[in-house]
């Protein structure tokens, strides 16, 4: 089931401009963003887990990312799943679960709770999992930066080269980086470099920095959820309601993906898990 | 299991203002909502459905809808959700359903599939949910305007009126009214009277038009949807990422509310369906 549009989603990190990747949380995020032209969807596991109530980075969501990947698989654009650390210590048990997913790509992260894991453990997640499913595109998280911990460039880049060396096609660093640790990084390895979007550096700057992707991480799942809030305070304090995206398109586009959802997975294909 | 902060709930339709009452898609938002001082939190079948990836008022999420029931029980706050038709033509069995969920109201809409039922139909789901589950605040939904459909006033007054003297604790009527007809439905019948949050009227006039509930309906839905398009549009465009609410308070309150669930639903008590 790995490796729907695949192809075209590694040739969206070999552009002239990096691949601005915006991360859905469910299904009507994922079509908002396809409906706006973007020309890939990541998701974000916070927005995932914090839409069903449950801890982000912790393995609680497993059955929910599987349920999601199989909902996005009729966008006509790549997916790619953040699958937190695998949900397992287990090479075999995380390549079992890529295969599963019809998707683009996956995100691994190289941590467990907020801990850092050895690295030759996550390496060896990556190499297993290229082999099981040689065609997705796996992206390995370093999270050096993003916890804290060993936020020293010389191991983040050295995690970088390790998950590289092992069959990663790209590497992700989230975190506050800057210029000259993500120079680091993009110097020293051979594959797409992949950073979070934040307050310190604009996409031009990244680009010149040598990024190859950048993704919004929680970014606009925690924006939307602003904006609720906002919107609702501005009916309470008396002001008219503004028209965002009416009623009728939002729900015309769900079902025009749903049916395509339905012909996809049709008579004899698996079922979405949970149906 | 019904009735959770339901005097309070009753309470919030009697105050000196009108209830504005915004309506959530999934855990995070109502989270969101509550973190922001809303004293209830309503759902929205569209943010629902679509989130889910299936088109609104057709029966397709009956089974989310009792999941979410039950993910957002653990709120400090009343809870009512939106049924759609009840997800049957059968009364007990829409009676049967409002049993099982532990909130402090519920809508029922007199449309299935965006076709009008007969209000007798309607009335008898009223009468028997409200026989079941007294101290549920049942919401009448009418659904004349909405649908475009015997859009004329009297029609209108006549379903409020009906579903009143069977018992409905309030009677809502979406859509776009004047303030001819919204003015006709708070004087015909004896309970509040909800309709939308639309751009045409603002709070205070709704007040004044005897409106006891404005709902949000799909709006807040609507437009965080929008603005996560915005914000990763912005990026695209070369801005810097803006700064929404951060990762690690959405994280927690989420871990909050999720050990506030589990100390609610506890050993030996009904599990969340699906866990």
């Known amino acids: 089931m790995t490796g729907r549009h695949a192809a075209a989603f590694r040739a969206l990190h070999a552009g002239p401009d990096p691949l601005l990747l915006p991360n859905a949380w469910d299904v009507a995020s994922a079509l908002a963003l396809v409906a706006a032209g973007f020309p890939a969807v990541g998701t974000t596991s916070l927005g995932l887990a914090a839409a069903a109530g449950r801890p982000d980075a912790t393995r609680e969501v497993r059955d929910e990312t599987v349920r999601l990947a199989h909902l996005l698989a009729a966008l006509p654009v790549p997916v790619t799943v953040d699958l937190e650390d695998g949900f397992s210590d287990d090479p075999s048990a995380v390549a079992d679960l890529v295969a599963r997913l019809p998707v683009a790509g996956v995100n691994l992260e190289d941590s467990t709770g907020r801990r850092l894991v050895d690295p030759a453990v996550h390496a060896a997640k990556v190499a297993v999992g290229k082999r099981r499913c ?65 307050a310190e550096h604009t996409l031009p700057r990244l680009a010149e920095l040598g990024v190859r992707r950048v993704s919004t991480g929680s970014l606009l799942f925690r924006a939307a959820l602003d904006e609720a809030v906002t919107v609702a305070r501005q009916l309470l304090a008396g002001r008219p309601a ?22 996809l997975t049709g008579p004899g294909a698996a079922p979405v898990p949970g149906d």
Chains 1, 2 share one sequence.
């Open 134 to 198: 040689p065609d997705v595109f796996v992206n390995a998280r370093v999270d050096t930066v993003w916890l804290g911990e060993q936020a020293g460039t010389e191991a983040t880049v050295a995690r970088a080269a390790r998950y590289a060396d092992s069959g990663a096609d790209g590497v992700f660093v989230p975190g506050r980086l800057t210029e000259q640790q993500i120079a680091a990084v993009t110097s020293a390895v051979p594959v797409p470099v992949n950073v979070l979007a934040t």
């Open 242 to 263: 503004r028209s965002p995206t009416a009623y009728g398109t939002v729900d015309a586009r769900t079902r025009e993906h749903h049916w395509a959802g339905r012909s």
